[in-house]
């Protein structure tokens, strides 16, 4: 790892070999499917299927619009503008399509590219290529990195890096001075690195930081030239700020949510620790790869705990980062090095360490794509200085030291790449995703939500109802746990009432809705589903208040109109739901539902002459519902003959199998003088059902009076 290297080995110490080791750790990336936020961000996002869709691209927000189970999850989506990042998805999809592996593919060649920026980056501005090569390969291979590639969404992380590096190379000249002129080519590669990502505006610092210690290239620098500088870092951020605050309606950023961010909650003093702890847990990413999480939300972070290990860690990693800064009054190369390094990520990483301004969440592995630059290069220059520190104190075995830190360095580089590669895997699939960072950190509230709803989805896909209902099952597994660690979540609450409601559990499915609608009483989706909970349990008087208020805010809605009429037809109210069912078939005539239950409320208050016809209709527009058949041949049978066996025929030729058909049709051959076709059917469903069947004994009592029928005169016949 030394300086000065000897020619067969100095061709290794070139750009080349990060960028071939940084490809070859992700390549086993590509077979994975979408995950997460691809889904609403890429999947089901319209933006992206035209290129030339300039507004929608360049003037719009991208926000998260989730469907299915994610929504409930998600009801405040994030405000988002990073018009260049949706512009390289379009522009991939008008290449391949919803091709997974090919926006990856793409996602990786980038990483490459940050790589070979990095190499690049860290030899102009320490002339050290052994600090250079082992600084991008460490980044190259670092686990904490999959997220920012392997997720295809994680592009904005690594575009902003991309363009946030090539500034900066242009600010730092391969020879000689820096000039103005450097400043105002740089400066539409900061804008485009904001358009990338918003966090890109740390390379305002970043690139004071740079300019500064690049100061003994350029011997005079006075107040104008910085001023020139100042203004040409800051003219990209005075057009983008507006540009933003428009795309987004008039809004910058959304407020964090404590699922997420439990910052928000903890109270001082835990709040002026916790930003320790975040610090203290990104230094573990750093160091200790070994447990990763797509999300350290809730329970994770506890706003209510005293001072953890990672708190310790957090407090232990600012001094070391302080005492970095002194290299800065300190001589020596090694010493200036690691101040530069300290100070460049230190700027990269203040918007992300929740100590000043609140962000959505507490730690997010893709937020450190950009700061480990600076992370990486810190600890390619500590170790570097350590090697060479021993080196010159034990001048006969410097040879040796120098072989075991480089073999050192080798295993380490190892054992990060083969993490990387075992966590792609964990991103074949949300499932895959979600079930194995919830064994990581079950603690964590929203990982467990997440396991909950994909299997939700893979029961909503499963056809098997045994496989369908074990899904479900583990469904409600993971949504009692997230329940467990976070009860005030009212989505939580909502989801486990829908998964227990498929599971046959009524009764406590109507218990989370219900504490769902206390958490939050004025969303209308809790209210509804509550209202549909309540129906499904029979408590219909209950339901009845809920209902009306639907009507009032919706009178057109032919659904909760007929859901109203059932309600008073199921409490014994038949004249009272006569309105609200007229009302309905004026707004949908051919609903099945409001027909049925029309006639039902007809047939209860003994209008049949009305009744008759709706069941007709609805005979006709429902061919493969038994039940209008079998009532009008029942109703019929004595009325109209010949109309009541056509409808007998329909209904047992739907249930060849069930007895009720079958004696119904009997009935109708006797009433149209078909006596012995009648009794031969009578006989035949007689012998099919067991002794315990509860129309065993009507059937024989109806098959004596008909045998002593037609045994008598036929004068003497009822």
């Not at 989370?512 to 809790?526: D, G, M, S, W």
Request: with cysteine; net charge neutral; proline share 6%.
């Amino acid at each position: 790892m030394q300086a000065t290297q000897a020619p067969a080995a100095a061709w290794l110490h070139r750009a080349w070999l990060p960028v071939v080791v940084g490809c070859a750790c992700f390549l086993n990336s590509l077979p994975n499917s979408f995950v997460y936020d691809d889904v609403p961000q890429v999947v089901e996002n319209p933006v992206i299927r035209s290129i030339t869709n300039f507004h929608a691209i360049w003037l719009g927000g991208w926000t998260n619009t989730y469907s299915g189970a994610e929504a409930r999850m998600h009801p405040n989506p994030d405000l988002l503008y990073r018009p260049f990042t949706v512009f390289t998805l379009a522009l991939g999809h008008s290449l391949h399509g919803l091709w997974a592996p090919g926006f990856r593919l793409v996602n990786i060649a980038l990483h490459g590219l940050t790589c070979f920026l990095i190499w690049e980056f860290l030899r102009r501005l320490f002339e050290d290529r052994s600090l250079a090569t082992w600084g991008a390969l460490l980044f190259a291979v670092h686990p904490v990195h999959v997220e920012a590639v392997a997720y295809i969404v994680g592009r904005a992380e690594v575009l902003a890096t991309i363009f946030s590096l090539l500034g900066l190379l242009v600010l730092v000249p391969k020879n000689g001075p820096s000039d103005t002129g450097r400043a105002w080519r740089a400066m539409p590669l900061f804008f485009l690195a904001l358009l990338s990502k918003e966090t890109a505006v740390s390379y305002v610092p970043m690139a004071l930081i740079v300019l500064h210690a690049c100061r003994g290239r350029t011997p005079i620098r006075g107040v104008r030239w910085w001023g020139v500088h100042a203004l040409c870092l800051l003219l990209p951020l005075l057009i983008y700020l507006p540009l933003r605050v428009w795309a987004l309606g008039g809004a910058f950023m959304r407020a964090p949510a404590a699922l997420l961010n439990p910052i928000v909650n903890a109270e001082m003093p835990a709040r002026l620790l916790m930003p320790f702890e975040v610090l203290g847990h990104y230094v573990r990413l750093l160091l200790f790869p070994l447990h990763l999480s797509a999300d350290y939300g809730y329970q994770v972070f506890d706003p209510r705990a005293d001072a953890n290990g990672m708190t310790l860690l957090g407090l232990a990693a600012a001094a070391g980062l302080v005492a970095a800064l002194l290299g800065y009054l300190r001589a020596g190369e090694h010493w200036r090095r690691l101040a530069v390094c300290a100070a460049l990520f230190i700027a990269a990483y203040a918007l992300f360490s929740n100590s000043l301004l609140l962000i959505g969440v507490s730690v997010a592995e893709r937020l450190m794509y950009w700061p480990s630059v600076a992370g990486c290069g810190l600890l390619a220059a500590l170790a570097l200085a350590l090697e060479r520190r021993c080196g010159a104190s034990v001048t006969r075995a410097s040879p040796a030291v120098s072989r075991f830190t480089a073999v050192a360095a080798v295993l380490v580089l190892a054992a990060f790449a083969t993490r990387t590669v075992i966590r792609n895997t964990d991103w074949y699939s949300a499932l895959r995703l979600a079930t194995h960072d919830a064994a990581c950190y079950p603690q964590s509230a929203a990982l467990n939500a997440g396991a909950a709803m994909q299997y939700i989805d893979v029961a909503s896909q499963t056809d098997d109802p045994v496989a369908r209902r074990q899904n479900l099952e583990r469904a409600d597994e993971y949504a009692a746990r997230a329940l467990q660690h976070y009860p005030v979540h009212w989505g939580y609450h909502l989801m486990r009432s829908d998964i227990l409601s498929s599971l046959g559990q009524a009764d406590v499915a109507l218990h989370h809705i219900r504490q769902a609608v206390q958490l939050n009483p004025r969303e209308t989706l809790l209210r509804r589903a509550l209202t549909r909970r309540l129906f499904q349990a029979g408590q219909f008087a209950e339901t009845l208040p809920y209902l009306e208020d639907e009507a009032a805010a919706s009178p057109d809605d032919y659904v909760v109109l007929t859901l109203l009429g059932e309600a008073h037809l199921k409490l014994g109210r038949s004249r009272e739901a006569l309105p609200y069912l007229k009302h309905a078939l004026s707004i949908a005539p051919d609903d099945r539902a409001a027909l049925l239950l029309m006639s039902e409320a007809l047939l209860k208050l003994n209008e049949l002459e009305q009744a008759v016809p709706l069941l007709e209709k609805l005979a006709a527009v429902t061919p493969h519902e038994v039940r209008p058949p079998a009532i009008l041949a029942k109703l019929l049978v004595q009325r109209d003959p010949p109309a009541a066996l056509r409808y007998a025929q329909q209904a047992h030729a739907l249930l060849p199998q069930d007895p009720e058909t079958a004696l119904l049709l009997a009935d109708a051959l006797i009433a149209t003088g078909r006596s012995d076709e009648g009794l031969s059917l009578y006989v035949q469903t007689l012998d099919r059902l067991s002794a315990e069947h509860p129309l065993r004994r009507p059937v024989e009592s109806r098959l004596e009076t008909l045998r002593a029928a037609t045994t008598q005169p036929s004068a003497d016949r009822p």
